[in-house]
Protein backbone atom coordinates (compact mmCIF):
# COMPACT_ATOMS: atom_id res chain seq x y z
CA UNK A 1 0.00 0.00 0.00
CA UNK A 2 1.16 3.31 -0.88
CA UNK A 3 0.57 6.28 0.99
CA UNK A 4 0.58 10.10 0.00
CA UNK A 5 0.69 13.12 2.40
CA UNK A 6 -1.50 16.37 0.33
CA UNK A 7 -0.63 19.54 2.79
CA UNK A 8 -2.87 22.27 1.68
CA UNK A 9 -0.80 26.00 2.01
CA UNK A 10 0.56 25.07 5.31
CA UNK A 11 2.33 28.84 5.25
CA UNK A 12 3.09 31.56 7.49
CA UNK A 13 0.34 34.18 6.64
CA UNK A 14 -1.99 31.37 7.79
CA UNK A 15 -0.26 28.88 10.51
CA UNK A 16 1.37 31.66 12.31
CA UNK A 17 -0.38 33.92 14.58
CA UNK A 18 1.28 36.76 13.21
CA UNK A 19 0.24 36.15 9.92
CA UNK A 20 -1.82 38.23 7.99
CA UNK A 21 -4.66 36.00 7.30
CA UNK A 22 -3.83 33.54 10.26
CA UNK A 23 -6.62 30.70 10.50
CA UNK A 24 -7.79 29.88 14.71
CA UNK A 25 -5.64 27.05 15.64
CA UNK A 26 -3.60 26.44 12.63
CA UNK A 27 -0.16 27.10 14.74
CA UNK A 28 -1.65 23.87 16.94
CA UNK A 29 -2.15 21.76 13.54
CA UNK A 30 1.19 22.51 12.02
CA UNK A 31 2.47 21.09 15.67
CA UNK A 32 0.56 17.92 15.15
CA UNK A 33 1.43 17.53 11.50
CA UNK A 34 4.88 17.98 12.21
CA UNK A 35 4.81 15.37 14.89
CA UNK A 36 2.86 12.92 12.91
CA UNK A 37 5.38 13.20 9.86
CA UNK A 38 8.45 12.83 12.03
CA UNK A 39 6.81 10.02 13.50
CA UNK A 40 5.70 8.16 10.57
CA UNK A 41 8.35 9.29 8.12
CA UNK A 42 8.83 6.00 7.03
CA UNK A 43 4.97 5.13 6.27
CA UNK A 44 4.34 8.23 4.16
CA UNK A 45 5.79 7.49 0.29
CA UNK A 46 5.12 10.98 -1.31
CA UNK A 47 4.25 14.13 -0.27
CA UNK A 48 2.73 17.21 -1.72
CA UNK A 49 2.39 20.91 -0.60
CA UNK A 50 0.62 23.25 -2.02
CA UNK A 51 1.45 26.85 -1.93
CA UNK A 52 -0.81 30.49 -1.85
CA UNK A 53 1.25 32.19 -4.63
CA UNK A 54 -0.25 35.84 -4.81
CA UNK A 55 0.96 39.11 -6.38
CA UNK A 56 -0.36 42.34 -4.33
CA UNK A 57 -2.91 43.73 -7.04
CA UNK A 58 -5.57 40.99 -7.09
CA UNK A 59 -9.34 40.66 -7.82
CA UNK A 60 -9.35 38.98 -4.01
CA UNK A 61 -7.34 42.37 -2.34
CA UNK A 62 -8.56 45.85 -0.67
CA UNK A 63 -6.09 47.40 -3.14
CA UNK A 64 -8.05 45.77 -6.32
CA UNK A 65 -11.33 47.68 -5.81
CA UNK A 66 -13.13 50.92 -4.93
CA UNK A 67 -16.01 51.98 -2.94
CA UNK A 68 -18.28 55.35 -4.39
CA UNK A 69 -16.08 57.20 -2.34
CA UNK A 70 -12.91 56.12 -3.56
CA UNK A 71 -11.86 54.24 -0.59
CA UNK A 72 -11.04 50.60 -0.62
CA UNK A 73 -13.34 48.16 1.11
CA UNK A 74 -11.92 46.67 4.08
CA UNK A 75 -10.57 43.10 4.63
CA UNK A 76 -13.05 40.14 4.83
CA UNK A 77 -15.77 42.67 2.97
CA UNK A 78 -17.92 40.48 0.56
CA UNK A 79 -18.55 42.13 -2.90
CA UNK A 80 -21.68 40.86 -4.71
CA UNK A 81 -22.48 41.30 -8.54
CA UNK A 82 -25.68 43.39 -7.49
CA UNK A 83 -23.22 45.22 -5.72
CA UNK A 84 -21.12 45.84 -8.95
CA UNK A 85 -24.86 46.70 -10.67
CA UNK A 86 -25.51 48.79 -8.27
CA UNK A 87 -22.27 50.95 -8.39
CA UNK A 88 -21.33 50.11 -4.67
CA UNK A 89 -17.87 48.84 -5.43
CA UNK A 90 -15.66 49.08 -8.75
CA UNK A 91 -12.23 48.21 -9.68
CA UNK A 92 -9.56 50.79 -9.32
CA UNK A 93 -8.10 50.56 -12.72
CA UNK A 94 -11.45 51.49 -14.89
CA UNK A 95 -9.93 48.98 -17.83
CA UNK A 96 -10.60 45.82 -15.63
CA UNK A 97 -14.41 46.69 -14.82
CA UNK A 98 -15.59 44.14 -17.90
CA UNK A 99 -13.31 41.15 -16.23
CA UNK A 100 -14.52 41.88 -12.78
CA UNK A 101 -18.11 42.25 -13.83
CA UNK A 102 -17.76 38.96 -15.54
CA UNK A 103 -15.96 37.57 -12.66
CA UNK A 104 -18.13 38.30 -9.99
CA UNK A 105 -21.17 36.63 -12.01
CA UNK A 106 -19.22 33.76 -12.91
CA UNK A 107 -18.08 33.06 -9.35
CA UNK A 108 -21.90 32.98 -7.82
CA UNK A 109 -23.16 31.02 -10.64
CA UNK A 110 -20.13 28.11 -9.47
CA UNK A 111 -22.43 28.17 -5.96
CA UNK A 112 -19.68 28.42 -3.88
CA UNK A 113 -18.79 31.57 -3.07
CA UNK A 114 -19.59 35.46 -3.21
CA UNK A 115 -16.39 37.00 -3.29
CA UNK A 116 -14.66 37.76 -0.02
CA UNK A 117 -12.15 40.84 -0.25
CA UNK A 118 -9.08 38.87 2.04
CA UNK A 119 -5.99 40.99 3.66
CA UNK A 120 -2.65 40.95 1.45
CA UNK A 121 -1.31 37.42 2.09
CA UNK A 122 1.40 35.19 0.92
CA UNK A 123 2.88 37.55 -1.27
CA UNK A 124 5.55 36.04 -3.64
CA UNK A 125 9.11 36.10 -1.42
CA UNK A 126 7.91 37.18 1.41
CA UNK A 127 7.95 35.75 4.96
CA UNK A 128 4.03 35.20 4.85
CA UNK A 129 4.47 33.15 1.84
CA UNK A 130 6.94 30.63 2.96
CA UNK A 131 6.08 27.67 4.80
CA UNK A 132 5.55 27.35 8.80
CA UNK A 133 8.79 26.46 10.88
CA UNK A 134 7.92 22.96 12.02
CA UNK A 135 6.29 21.59 8.70
CA UNK A 136 8.79 22.64 6.91
CA UNK A 137 11.48 21.00 8.90
CA UNK A 138 9.90 18.12 9.34
CA UNK A 139 9.14 17.66 5.46
CA UNK A 140 12.67 18.28 4.63
CA UNK A 141 13.66 15.15 7.30
CA UNK A 142 11.31 13.10 5.57
CA UNK A 143 13.42 14.07 2.60
CA UNK A 144 16.58 13.09 3.87
CA UNK A 145 15.05 10.08 5.11
CA UNK A 146 13.86 9.01 1.14
CA UNK A 147 16.88 9.77 -0.54
CA UNK A 148 16.17 10.37 -3.93
CA UNK A 149 12.75 12.02 -3.39
CA UNK A 150 11.71 15.52 -3.29
CA UNK A 151 8.79 17.12 -1.78
CA UNK A 152 6.42 18.37 -4.75
CA UNK A 153 5.41 21.91 -3.83
CA UNK A 154 2.54 23.02 -6.30
CA UNK A 155 2.18 26.83 -6.34
CA UNK A 156 -1.31 28.33 -6.92
CA UNK A 157 -3.08 31.97 -7.83
CA UNK A 158 -0.67 34.01 -9.04
CA UNK A 159 -3.06 35.14 -11.98
CA UNK A 160 -4.77 38.20 -10.35
CA UNK A 161 -8.04 38.10 -11.98
CA UNK A 162 -9.22 34.76 -10.09
CA UNK A 163 -9.32 33.29 -6.77
CA UNK A 164 -7.67 29.64 -6.83
CA UNK A 165 -8.53 28.15 -3.75
CA UNK A 166 -8.64 24.65 -4.93
CA UNK A 167 -5.05 23.36 -5.76
CA UNK A 168 -6.90 21.60 -8.46
CA UNK A 169 -8.06 24.53 -10.90
CA UNK A 170 -9.04 27.98 -10.18
CA UNK A 171 -12.64 28.96 -8.70
CA UNK A 172 -13.24 30.72 -12.52
CA UNK A 173 -10.59 29.09 -14.26
CA UNK A 174 -9.21 31.67 -17.53
CA UNK A 175 -9.44 29.79 -20.80
CA UNK A 176 -6.06 31.89 -21.68
CA UNK A 177 -4.13 30.55 -18.46
CA UNK A 178 -3.39 26.91 -18.19
CA UNK A 179 -2.16 27.79 -14.63
CA UNK A 180 -5.78 27.93 -13.86
CA UNK A 181 -6.92 25.10 -15.36
CA UNK A 182 -7.68 21.81 -14.07
CA UNK A 183 -4.15 20.19 -12.87
CA UNK A 184 -4.25 16.78 -14.16
CA UNK A 185 -0.34 16.63 -13.42
CA UNK A 186 -1.15 16.68 -9.65
CA UNK A 187 -4.11 14.60 -10.30
CA UNK A 188 -2.51 11.69 -11.82
CA UNK A 189 0.11 11.85 -9.21
CA UNK A 190 -2.05 11.33 -6.64
CA UNK A 191 -3.71 8.91 -8.76
CA UNK A 192 -0.73 6.52 -8.21
CA UNK A 193 -1.78 6.02 -4.09
CA UNK A 194 -3.75 3.90 -2.49
CA UNK A 195 -4.21 6.24 0.48
CA UNK A 196 -4.07 10.11 0.50
CA UNK A 197 -3.54 11.86 3.86
CA UNK A 198 -5.09 15.33 3.24
CA UNK A 199 -4.18 18.19 5.89
CA UNK A 200 -3.29 22.32 6.31
CA UNK A 201 -5.56 25.41 5.70
CA UNK A 202 -7.94 26.24 6.03
CA UNK A 203 -10.96 23.91 6.23
CA UNK A 204 -13.28 26.07 4.53
CA UNK A 205 -11.78 27.33 1.94
CA UNK A 206 -8.68 25.82 0.23
CA UNK A 207 -8.73 22.46 1.70
CA UNK A 208 -11.78 21.91 1.12
CA UNK A 209 -12.08 23.19 -2.61
CA UNK A 210 -9.14 20.90 -3.36
CA UNK A 211 -10.89 17.88 -2.07
CA UNK A 212 -14.34 18.59 -3.71
CA UNK A 213 -12.59 19.46 -7.46
CA UNK A 214 -10.43 16.04 -6.49
CA UNK A 215 -12.88 13.48 -5.76
CA UNK A 216 -14.24 14.24 -8.83
CA UNK A 217 -10.89 12.04 -10.06
CA UNK A 218 -10.34 9.44 -7.08
CA UNK A 219 -12.64 7.62 -5.08
CA UNK A 220 -14.01 9.60 -1.91
CA UNK A 221 -12.91 6.23 0.39
CA UNK A 222 -9.62 6.99 -0.51
CA UNK A 223 -8.73 9.79 0.85
CA UNK A 224 -8.31 10.68 4.83
CA UNK A 225 -8.91 14.46 5.97
CA UNK A 226 -6.52 14.45 9.03
CA UNK A 227 -9.31 16.96 11.36
CA UNK A 228 -6.74 18.13 13.88
CA UNK A 229 -4.54 19.45 11.16
CA UNK A 230 -6.97 21.55 9.73
CA UNK A 231 -9.54 24.61 10.77
CA UNK A 232 -12.02 26.74 9.90
CA UNK A 233 -11.65 30.61 8.92
CA UNK A 234 -13.00 32.09 11.55
CA UNK A 235 -16.74 33.38 10.55
CA UNK A 236 -16.70 30.45 8.10
CA UNK A 237 -17.09 27.60 10.24
CA UNK A 238 -20.39 26.34 9.06
CA UNK A 239 -18.98 26.00 5.33
CA UNK A 240 -16.52 23.22 7.43
CA UNK A 241 -19.12 21.41 9.17
CA UNK A 242 -21.08 21.16 5.61
CA UNK A 243 -18.01 20.14 3.86
CA UNK A 244 -17.54 17.51 6.86
CA UNK A 245 -21.24 16.42 6.59
CA UNK A 246 -21.02 16.13 2.67
CA UNK A 247 -18.12 13.92 2.05
CA UNK A 248 -18.47 11.51 5.20
CA UNK A 249 -21.76 10.68 3.11
CA UNK A 250 -19.45 10.00 0.24
CA UNK A 251 -17.31 7.53 2.11
CA UNK A 252 -14.41 10.11 2.95
CA UNK A 253 -12.44 9.11 5.84
CA UNK A 254 -12.15 11.71 9.00
CA UNK A 255 -9.65 10.60 11.41
CA UNK A 256 -6.79 12.29 13.21
CA UNK A 257 -3.34 12.12 13.93
CA UNK A 258 -3.68 9.72 16.67
CA UNK A 259 -6.42 7.24 15.17
CA UNK A 260 -4.90 7.10 11.88
CA UNK A 261 -3.77 3.64 11.19
CA UNK A 262 -1.30 2.84 8.33
CA UNK A 263 -2.02 -0.20 5.74
Not at 30 to 54: G, P, Q, Y
Not at 111 to 116: D, K, P
Not at 193 to 222: F, K, M, Q, W
Request: charged fraction near 20%; charge should be negative; proline fraction near 6%.
Amino acid sequence: MSTTLLVIDPQNDFSNPKGSLYVPGAAEDCNRLSEFILKNIHNIDDIHVTLDSHLSYHIAHPIFWKDQSGNNPVPYTIITYQDYVDGKYRPVLPELERAAEEYLLALENRGRYSLCIWPLHCILATWGFCVEDQVNNAIHTWEHAHLGKNVNFIRKAANPLTEHYSAIQAEVPDPNDPSTRTNFQLIDRLKESDSIIVAGEALTHCLANTIRDLAVYIPAYRITILTDCTSPVAGFEQLGEDFIKEFKAKGMQFETTETFEFK
